[in-house]
C-alpha cells in the first residue's frame, strides 16, 4: 500500500468552487490510476470521478459538468475541481488508488490505498 493524502477541503457557499489535492507518492501515477471518493453523513463511500495512467476519465453522472479530475505526474498531484456545489456535496472526499492502471469501476474494492480524508462542507 501507498499512502495518500489529501487537501483543500473546507467551508465554501453553495454555487462556489473547491479545489482539492492528493498527493500521490513516488512513481505511482505511472502505474496506476487514482479516483476520489467521498461519504456523505450517515452515508457510504460513493466513487465520483477515476483518472487512468493515461488519462482516461471515468465518471459518474451526479458530477458530470460540474466535478473534473486531473492530474499532474511531476508534482506527483491528482485534483478535484469542483464547481456549483451543493448543499448535498457535503462530504468528506477520499482519494484512493486503483489496483489498475485503469479505472475498472467505482467498487471500493477495487482500490487498495485510500488517504484520509478532507471534509468538505457547502453551507450558506
Known amino acids: 500500500q501507498v499512502q495518500l493524502m489529501e487537501s483543500g477541503g473546507g467551508l465554501v457557499q453553495p454555487g462556489g468552487s473547491l479545489r482539492l489535492s492528493c498527493v500521490v507518492p513516488?512513481?505511482?501515477?505511472?502505474?496506476?490510476?487514482i479516483g476520489w471518493f467521498r461519504r456523505a453523513p450517515g452515508g457510504e463511500k460513493e466513487g465520483l470521478l477515476c483518472?487512468?495512467?493515461?488519462?482516461?476519465?471515468s465518471y459518474v453522472n451526479s458530477v458530470k459538468d460540474r466535478f473534473t479530475i486531473s492530474r499532474d505526474a511531476t508534482k506527483n498531484l491528482v485534483y478535484l475541481q469542483m464547481t456549483s456545489l451543493k448543499l448535498e456535496d457535503t462530504a468528506v472526499y477520499y482519494c484512493?488508488?486503483?489496483?489498475?492502471?485503469?479505472?475498472?469501476?467505482?467498487?471500493?474494492?477495487?482500490?487498495?490505498?485510500w488517504g484520509q480524508g478532507t471534509q468538505v462542507t457547502v453551507s450558506s
Open positions: 484512493a488508488k486503483s489496483k489498475s492502471q485503469y479505472c475498472l469501476s467505482f467498487t471500493v474494492a477495487d482500490y487498495d490505498s
Open positions: 513516488g512513481s505511482t501515477l505511472d502505474y496506476y490510476g
Open positions: 483518472i487512468s495512467t493515461r488519462d482516461s476519465i
